[in-house]
Nanobody
């Protein structure tokens, strides 16, 4: 079993920054791909980005150039650095780890960007 715990959410003004963390524990095995998702009020959960086993990253167009995913393998932690935040970035942010055929989700952390 894998446990994921997100942290770092909060309230920030437009143009500000936040860094989310996703700490993994349990039967992690080797380095695994990790994704970030978000869900705005009244909307479906949306894919934000991914960091692959090799450290490559990809993002949804709306956050490219503003968000950066990185990982600290020694700490089993993945980060989502969010800069130049916009009100439309508001939502609950979730991390997801892909371990073989299984997906594990964190509990989510709230990000609110005020205008």
């Amino acid at each position: 079993q894998v446990q994921l715990v997100e942290s770092g959410g909060g309230l920030v003004q437009a143009g500000g920054s936040l860094r989310l963390s996703c700490a993994a524990s349990g039967s992690i095995g080797s380095i695994n791909p990790m994704e970030w998702y978000r869900q705005a009020p009244g909307k479906q959960r949306e894919w934000v980005g991914i960091i692959t086993k090799g450290g490559g990253t990809n993002y949804i167009n709306s956050v490219k150039g503003r968000f950066t995913i990185s990982r600290d393998n020694a700490k089993n932690t993945v980060y989502l650095q969010m800069n130049s935040l916009k009100p439309e970035d508001t939502g609950v942010y979730y991390c997801k780890m892909i371990v073989g055929p299984s997906n594990y989700w964190g509990q989510g952390t709230q990000v609110t960007v005020s205008s």
